[in-house]
Structure formats: structure tokens, C-alpha cells
């Protein structure tokens, strides 16, 4: 193992041990997939890169000697589709290991990659076609995303269709095309700030955003693996998340590969707890991160402790603020601290809880030294300890990581990025000590009868009752507060809803906390609507209750 990344950032650390100063750089030619996989794959083409198994027992193994083979078979049948530099490529392919080496190839010939969801529908995929001139679809074909796809109207840009683990009549089958690729590649010219990828992001109203980002992004995740994440070059890292997702990048590809560790990829179609369980045990996993809905319904669902799980070095979360609760039970069932993370598709990890700190329950730790990160007021004004503000990141001078902007959209880019800072929409405060306790988005937070109240802090008591399993507080419309509190509640095995448990679990929450917060609406549900990563979705909620 040679320290690849040790190219391209200088670190200081403080006497103990804790990374205070991270600088990195970035060559003008700059390529993730020449430096960085090639490189591997060149001068140790047996490392193992990716392992990836399914729910069927099905499972594969491919190394950086793989990687560069057929990702360079790849971009030469790219070529010969006259895919080439600046086209735009949807990819929809799931947890399925094409991906991997696809999104590569792309990286090779200087196009823009686009992931997105399998769950997409016919209007989601002719707004994404139309919105980034996409030319070209890779997509699995399963889970009914082909039929969506050929089923969308008036987008003229998209030329080429391509289908992985199945044909289709105006399809080309992608695996037949690759096969009969040359594998002897030249490397393309492409530049540090060339586009490199387009997430759509979704915001509070309108259509998703278009986030970019150019090849700097890449090396902006060094620090994501090597200091959050703490991944084990010779172990495996496993991130829950689907490649359609920012998270993604996060954790299943860059920083990962900086540090030369094995990427593990679990394709499942349902989030079963005792079987994620059983999968890290079986493959021993080194490091995991998950939203902390999943490491909950571990803890509900799954018999942690009936699990090997010694090979687990290092948890981490990030998508949702953590209840002080998760963090104990997970810690005395495994005997390791989760450590919280947050950031954007818009950017890399920029506040966490990385390695030596010591992380307090609830927070999500410290800013990360690639990034200046501050809590400001409506006035643009820094926020003493104890306030609550809003979190922005400094854009100037510019760090690797952070997004170029909103594609074609100078409007809502200006709208976010102005005065040198990127306004991140979310609410936070920070302790005495620095660290940053998170509050809830802009559009999450509660106003009632004048007080501004975040949901995570009244999710954290609910948490705490017997009868909650889980939990979602949103605002309901009121014409004399504005907003009540409402609570929609999940509740454990040999519980009923009944009017004495609606009192019991509001008296519970008046006190835990100050009582203007107790939720005056509580609803009882058998699910909650949740993302395909886990994450509770308090829109949805707010969107029913009108």
C-alpha cells in the first residue's frame, strides 16, 4: 500500500494527534480515474477494489486490475457511440457493479456522469433528459426503470440507450458492446475544472436542482475515508446508500480509493437489519456508515449482539441528525461510538466527528479542517455559543469538494453561494467546546406562538418513551400559534393507540423538556415515509397535513 493520496494533501496535527490542518492539491490535469484507479491498478493490479454480493448469495469480487480493464473497454465503446467530452450520461444502475467502472470510464473520456435513483418515473426522467441535455441512458433492467424510460416523450437530446442484464428492442446491450471493446486506451486531455458530475438535488419548492461538480471533487473525499470514515486499506468499507445518491460518492468510490481500500456493496431490494448484520459479520467489514434510521432498526429489529462483529473498526452516520439514545445502545452492544458527519451533495463532509476526537451524543462534532465553516445570523453575523444560526462554508478562496455550482441556474447558485460563503439552508448551534449541535432545515423548523423549535430535540425525548419506536415532529398550520407541534409516532410491539397513550407521551415530553415544545397533535401510524436510504421524510408529513 503506497499512500496514493499523500500526493496531493499536506496535514498538520496537534500533540494529540487530532488533524488540525488539511491542504490539498490539485494538478491542472487532474484525473481520478488515470492518478488514481489506473495508477493502483498499474503498480498493484491485484488489490481488491470492490466486492459486492445480493440477497440471492450471488456475489463478486473485482480488483484495480479489473477496474482499469474494463473501464478502459468502456470509454473506447463510449467513443464508438460518439459519446465523447461534455456529453451528458444518465446512469441508472442501482448497486449493480457496472457502475463502478462505467462511471470510470466516463471520468476517462471526460464526459459527465449523472446518477440517479431506479425509482425514477416518466416525468422524473424527461425533466432530468431535458433539464442537463443528457445524450445518452445506461440502465439496469430491472425494477421497471426501462419501461420508464422508453415510455418518456419530446426529449430530443437523448441518442443513445444502453441496458445492463437484459435486452430490449432499441437498446444497445452494453455488456456485448464492452466485450467486443478494445482495451488499450490513450489518456484524453481533460482539466481539473472540467464538469465531472451532475446530482439533482431536490430543495423545498420547484423543480430539482442540478448540483455540479468538477474533477477537484474527487480529491475532496480524501479526508471523508481517511479521517471520518477511518477506512482500513487493506479492510473493507461499506456504505449504505444506492448510487443514485450523493452518498455514493461519499462512501462507495473516491475517498475509498484514495486510501486503496476494498469498496463493499451489499444489492439488496429491502433494508432486512438482521441481514445487513449478517453480510458485515460474513465479510468482515471493517467500517460502516448508515443513516442513523438503519443503526436504530439494528437496534430495534436486528439481535446485534447475536452477530460477530469484531471486525468493525470505526461507525459512522450522517443523513439525520442522531438521538443521544442510538449512540448508547450501539455503543454498548458493539462497544463502538458512532461518529456523526454532515454535509451536502453540494459538498464533501464539513462538520464531523473525526479520528482521535472524542464525539458527545447528538452532535454532529467539529468542522472539518479541508473547509471554514461558521454559524452565522440573518445579518450575516457570526452566532456566540448557545445561538442558534444557520451553517455556511467559505467558497473564498475555492476548496476541493465544494460544487461549482447549480447548472444552468445562476439564479438559485447566487441565491446560495454570495458574499463568500455557501448558505446551507441548515440550522445549527455550536457548544462552548466548538462543537455543532444541529437544529433542522430551514423549512423544518417550527414556529409557534413566537418560539423557533426544531424537531430533533422533541424526537430525542420521544426516543426516550417506552412506547415509541419511532418518530417524525413536524408543523401543522394554526391560526392562533401559527404552527402546533405534531408528533407522528410508530409505536413498539404490545402498544395501542388510545387516547391515555396521547397524554402519557405528551406529559413524557413536557418533562423532558421546556413545555411550549410538548407535540399538542399526536398522530399513530404503522410506518413512516422514508427515502430509499433510510431517511425520514417530514415533508411528505408536512405535504398531508396540508
Request: charged share 25%.
Amino acid at each position: 500500500m503506497r499512500n496514493i493520496h499523500l500526493r496531493y494533501v499536506s496535514e498538520k496535527y496537534d500533540k494529540n494527534g487530532i488533524l488540525t490542518d488539511f491542504k490539498m492539491t490539485c494538478p491542472e490535469d487532474f484525473n481520478f480515474a488515470y492518478d488514481v484507479v489506473d495508477d493502483i491498478a498499474i503498480n498493484d493490479p491485484n488489490r481488491r477494489a470492490l466486492v459486492w454480493c445480493d440477497a440471492h448469495g450471488n456475489e463478486k469480487t473485482m480488483t484495480f486490475g479489473d477496474m482499469k480493464r474494463y473501464s478502459d473497454k468502456t470509454s473506447n465503446y463510449f467513443l464508438s457511440k460518439g459519446i465523447g467530452k461534455g456529453d451528458s450520461v444518465l446512469l441508472i444502475l442501482k448497486n449493480n457493479p457496472h457502475f463502478w467502472y462505467v462511471l470510470v470510464a466516463l471520468h476517462k473520456i471526460g464526459a459527465i456522469g449523472i446518477p440517479a435513483t431506479f425509482m425514477l418515473k416518466k416525468h422524473d426522467i424527461e425533466y432530468r433528459i431535458n433539464a442537463a441535455s443528457i445524450k445518452a441512458v445506461v440502465s439496469i433492467s430491472t425494477d421497471g426503470i426501462i419501461e420508464e424510460v422508453d415510455s418518456a416523450e419530446n426529449i430530443p437530446t437523448l441518442e443513445c440507450k444502453m441496458i445492463v442484464g437484459g435486452t430490449r428492442d432499441g437498446w444497445d446491450d452494453l455488456d456485448k458492446g464492452v466485450e467486443k471493446a478494445s482495451d488499450k486506451l490513450a489518456r484524453a486531455e481533460t482539466k481539473i475544472t472540467d464538469p465531472l458530475l451532475i446530482y439533482f438535488s431536490s430543495g423545498t419548492t420547484g423543480y430539482p436542482k442540478m448540483v455540479m461538480h468538477d474533477h477537484s471533487y474527487t480529491i475532496g473525499h480524501i479526508l471523508t475515508a481517511k479521517h471520518w470514515h477511518q477506512v482500513d486499506p487493506d479492510g473493507l468499507h461499506f456504505t449504505v446508500a444506492d448510487t443514485g445518491w450523493a452518498k455514493a460518492a461519499w462512501g462507495k468510490l473516491y475517498g475509498q480509493w484514495f486510501m486503496e481500500a476494498g469498496v463493499f456493496v451489499y444489492d439488496f431490494d429491502k433494508f432486512i437489519p438482521d441481514d445487513v448484520l449478517r453480510i458485515v459479520s460474513k465479510y468482515k467489514v471493517t467500517t460502516l456508515c448508515c443513516p442513523p434510521t438503519m443503526f436504530r432498526m439494528f437496534l430495534n429489529d436486528g439481535n446485534v449482539k447475536s452477530h460477530e462483529l469484531s471486525c468493525l473498526k470505526n461507525t459512522t452516520i450522517a443523513g439525520e441528525a442522531l438521538n443521544p439514545d442510538v449512540f448508547a445502545k450501539w455503543y454498548d452492544a458493539t462497544g463502538l461510538k458512532l461518529m456523526e458527519g454532515f454535509g451536502q451533495t453540494e459538498t464533501t463532509v464539513t462538520v464531523c466527528n473525526i479520528r482521535g476526537m472524542e464525539p458527545r451524543p447528538g452532535s454532529m462534532g467539529k468542522p472539518s479542517p479541508q473547509y471554514v465553516v461558521d454559524i452565522i445570523d440573518h445579518d450575516g453575523k457570526s452566532c456566540p455559543a448557545g445561538v442558534t444560526g444557520e451553517i455556511v462554508v467559505r467558497t473564498d478562496p475555492p476548496v476541493a469538494g465544494m460544487m461549482i455550482g447549480y447548472y444552468r441556474d445562476p439564479e438559485k447558485t447566487a441565491a446560495t453561494v454570495y458574499d463568500g460563503w455557501h448558505h446551507t439552508g441548515d440550522m445549527a448551534w455550536r457548544d462552548e467546546d466548538g462543537y455543532i449541535w444541529y437544529v433542522g432545515r430551514n423549512d423544518d423548523i417550527i414556529k409557534s406562538s413566537g418560539y423557533r423549535i426544531g424537531p430533533f430535540e422533541i424526537e430525542s425525548v420521544l426516543a426516550h418513551h417506552p412506547a415509541v419506536k419511532e418518530c417524525a415532529v413536524t408543523g401543522v398550520p394554526d391560526d392562533v400559534r401559527g404552527q402546533l407541534v405534531k408528533a407522528t409516532i410508530v409505536l413498539r410491539e404490545g402498544h395501542e393507540p388510545s387516547d391515555a397513550l396521547k397524554k402519557d407521551i405528551q406529559e413524557f415530553v413536557k418533562r423532558e423538556t421546556a413545555p411550549y415544545k410538548y407535540p399538542r397533535v399526536v398522530e399513530f401510524v404503522g410506518m413512516l415515509p422514508k427515502t430509499i436510504s433510510g431517511k425520514i421524510r417530514r415533508v411528505e408529513i408536512r405535504d398531508r397535513d396540508g
